[in-house]
């Protein structure tokens, strides 16, 4: 089965730092850009960040320049979020979306990702 799987959302204090995590199983995320997404209660889908097959990063929020980055290991077919001076703006459910080699310019419509994670939920306390 093909399948991206976020985890490590939670509950943290304004200020505080989580670092998510996007695991592919059935597939290797090698040939793969894989972009995080959030959606806050009432919201619609946001694109946050993306990085591409080759490691380079592309910024779909100016709300989070600065305070989150993304990375990706290969070896452990994952990719990360790390999201540093949590706000409780950035609560959420913060999901992964693979497509293939390159990040796009601007955030796709959700059907034109190959695969998608079920989110992962991020709540930051004021």
């Known amino acids: 089965q093909l399948q991206l799987v976020e985890s490590g959302g939670g509950l943290v204090q304004s200020g505080g730092s989580l670092r998510l995590s996007c695991a592919a199983s059935?597939?290797?995320?090698?040939?793969?850009?894989v972009s995080w997404f959030r959606q806050a209660p009432g919201k619609e889908r946001e694109g946050v960040l993306c990085i591409s097959s080759t490691g380079e990063s592309t910024n779909y929020a100016d709300s989070v320049k600065g305070r989150f980055t993304i990375s990706r290991d290969n070896a452990k077919n994952t990719v990360y979020l790390q999201m540093n001076s949590l706000k409780p703006e950035d609560t959420g459910v913060y999901s992964c979306a693979a497509e293939r080699y390159y990040c796009s310019a601007y955030v796709r419509p959700s059907y034109e990702y190959d695969h998608w994670g079920q989110g992962t939920r991020v709540t930051v306390s004021s």
């Open positions: 059935g597939f290797t995320l090698d040939w793969y850009a």
